[in-house]
């Protein structure tokens, strides 16, 4: 079993940035593929990124490549998402989650997300 723990959340002008944590317990992250979702409001929860186990690959999606980086330190238990250019489309509840396959949309553990607000 892994607990996650979303941080990082908060109030942006657009064009800003943000880094978002999630740090992991109960199990070391080291065996999971990590991701982060998003879901804004009245909408269903959206892929974000993700990363395999070792941290050589990843996946974003269309609308944050270019502007997000998801990141982990194994030794730490901690995943990242560092968020640049911000839009007023950002704005969603991110979502943390761990899984066995980074190119896979199904995650087995979920955080229960940090507030992600960018004004226009």
């Known amino acids: 079993q892994v607990q996650l723990v979303e941080s990082g959340g908060g109030l942006v002008q657009a064009g800003g940035s943000l880094r978002l944590s999630c740090a992991a317990s109960?199990?070391?992250?080291?065996?999971?593929?990590m991701a982060w979702f998003r879901q804004a409001p009245g909408k269903e929860r959206d892929f974000v990124a993700s990363i395999s186990q070792s941290g050589g690959s990843t996946i974003y999606a269309d609308s944050v490549k270019g502007r997000f980086t998801i990141s982990r330190d194994n030794p730490k238990n901690t995943v990242y998402l560092q968020m640049s250019s911000l839009k007023p489309e950002d704005t969603a509840v991110y979502y943390c989650?761990?899984?066995?396959?980074?190119?896979?949309?199904?995650?087995?553990?979920w955080g229960q997300g940090t507030q992600v607000t960018v004004s226009s």
């Open positions: 109960g199990r070391t992250i080291s065996s999971y593929a």
């Open positions: 989650a761990a899984g066995s396959m980074y190119y896979n949309l199904k995650y087995d553990y």
